[in-house]
């Protein structure tokens, strides 16, 4: 039963004048959020959406009176349950932190330790807190993870985080916020790395257990299909300003600004559907199998074939054996069996056996570009080293190179000069894509490179990516877990389960209407800009 001192209706968090400022390279401090409210009653949950620097995880992380490294809350009040967090000590912080309020991160990988069993872990903070035993904490984490519909939950817990999947851990990560049952949960991001069918289970599980123990929630994305299936109300943010906001059906239904409007333009490109292709591949990938070590298979005779100038889209669940491919492709990988082939020769299986004009003909472009580029290059080094290597351009040529490449990618000259800690996420990846392209490949691989952008920053890139395609004759290996982004970039669509191709053929072929079961799964599990979405589709089971 609904403990009546969480009934929907009370003001749980009061937001005022909020301002936040961040330190510039220079020592300065600049201000990044500009005097937002915000106001959150127990059991609800407010969404908060944005492009990338919209101010939504700073915002989020104040709510909890913290500021990340390099920002400070400058002004405002941030009233939880009637204590100010913007000027209470960090002992009464710390005193509400995992207690009365949980955070969620996007990649939970990365919040948990490693070293720990998932148990332990969630077993730490009501320990700590004086809220429960050490049995009582074990018992509870079972139920939990019973709830979350993790699999074998008595068990699961005493797994270490690279025991389970993505989608398990990010369950986990939701079950170990409600350990002491706080009144509020920040959820930053949480689904946003995932597949569409891992997406569902993690949604339906986070909105199960905030309805179950009407929790208070923020939930920040950039999605807006996705926000719609959460949240009562949805606040809109630009450049840490609000835009607008409102209850989230009027909002879906009729969005004031455009701003808010062009938020899920991606969801609406399409790239027209192109005729079946009558050239001989440029890239063929023939009865491969793969397995890491002596484990278990990971792709069990799979073929693909790439023609120039088009774009494959490899599509599946995680785990599907989408990334590893890419990594038999480009030679990081040796496959057990079956072959690679470029332009009808073979390719060595391992990279160290490659010419350097096979190394030059296939190229990446990775998921994160955070981790990609090297912080300590300057750009124009990171995008001129592939010029020197492999065209053999002098400094003079490469630094004219450089500037054209910039240029070619949208930037301005003047970036060659910066360090990539100095450039936006999406500004980021454009280098990632000037650094494949610098090499003048013939086939590229872009690994998941629109899934950590948000929509108009995706939107950009992939606009760039078809554009440079079309001047360059370039050939894609797309592998992606977004649908939208395989209707917008696509012309030849390749769907992989279980490390198994299940279908493959040109767009219209795949997908219009899809003639696979699995297939029509994948397409249903992509949220709609519907509110009762989520809701229709877990009745329908």
């Known amino acids: 039963m609904m403990d009546d001192s969480r009934a929907r209706g009370g003001l749980l968090l009061e937001i005022r004048g909020l301002k936040i400022e961040a330190r510039t390279s220079e020592g300065a401090w600049n201000e990044i959020v500009h005097g937002v409210d915000l106001d959150l009653h127990r059991g609800e949950i407010l969404g908060l959406i944005g492009e990338s620097g919209a101010g939504k995880s700073t915002i989020g992380l104040a709510a909890m009176g913290f500021a990340r490294e390099g920002c400070r809350i400058a002004g405002g009040s941030i009233r939880f349950d009637g204590t100010d967090l913007a000027t209470a000590s960090e002992a009464v912080k710390r005193h509400l932190r995992g207690a009365r309020i949980a955070y969620v991160a996007q990649s939970a990988a990365a919040a948990f330790n490693p070293a720990h069993r998932l148990i332990d872990q969630y077993a730490e903070g009501p320990i700590r807190h004086g809220v429960k035993s050490k049995a009582e904490a074990y018992a509870d984490a079972k139920a939990l993870y019973a709830r979350m519909q993790l699999p074998t939950p008595n068990e699961i817990g005493f797994r270490y985080p690279h025991q389970v999947s993505g989608g398990q851990l990010q369950r986990a990560m939701t079950a170990m916020a409600m350990a002491c049952r706080p009144d509020l949960i920040i959820f930053d991001e949480p689904t946003t790395a995932l597949d569409v069918t891992t997406q569902i289970e993690v949604l339906a599980s986070i909105k199960d257990i905030v309805r179950q123990f009407q929790t208070a929630a923020i939930y920040i994305t950039h999605d807006l299909a996705v926000v719609a299936q959460m949240a009562d109300r949805i606040k809109v943010l630009q450049y840490g300003r609000e835009v607008e906001e409102a209850p989230a059906a009027t909002m879906m239904a009729s969005p004031r600004e455009a701003y808010t409007r062009s938020l899920w333009a991606v969801r609406h490109m399409e790239k027209p559907l192109a005729p079946p292709p009558a050239l001989d591949p440029v890239l063929s990938v023939q009865h491969v199998t793969a397995a890491y070590g002596q484990g278990v298979t990971v792709l069990d005779d799979v073929s693909v074939d790439l023609h120039r100038g088009r774009t494959v889209a490899v599509v ?218 989520l809701d229709r589709l877990l009745a329908a089971r």
């Open 316 to 533: 599946g669940e995680s785990g599907s054996g989408k990334s590893t491919l890419a990594r038999v492709i480009a030679g990081l990988l040796p496959p057990g069996q079956g072959h690679v082939l470029i332009d009808g020769g073979p390719l060595s299986p391992t990279l160290a056996g490659r010419t350097r004009e096979d190394r030059q003909r296939i190229q990446m472009i990775y998921q994160m570009a955070d981790t990609a580029l090297n912080p300590r290059q300057k750009i124009r080094d990171i995008i001129g080293r592939p010029m020197q290597f492999y065209l053999g351009l002098d400094r003079a040529a490469v630094t004219a190179k450089v500037g054209e490449m910039l240029e070619m990618i949208e930037l301005p000259k003047a970036f060659a000069d910066r360090y990539p800690g100095e450039l936006s996420g999406g500004q980021k990846q454009r280098i990632g894509i000037a650094r494949a392209l610098a090499a003048e490949p013939e086939v590229v691989i872009c690994d998941e490179v629109t899934s950590a952008l948000d929509q108009l920053v995706a939107e950009g890139i992939l606009k760039l990516l078809m554009r440079l395609q079309a001047e360059m004759k370039l050939s894609y290996l797309f592998i992606t877990h977004e649908l939208a982004t395989v209707k917008a970039i696509a012309d030849d669509v390749v769907v992989m389960r279980h490390g198994k191709v299940v279908d493959s053929g040109t767009k219209a072929d795949v997908l219009f209407p899809p003639r696979k079961d699995y297939t029509r799964t994948l397409l249903n599990s992509v949220p709609e800009m519907d509110t009762r979405w």
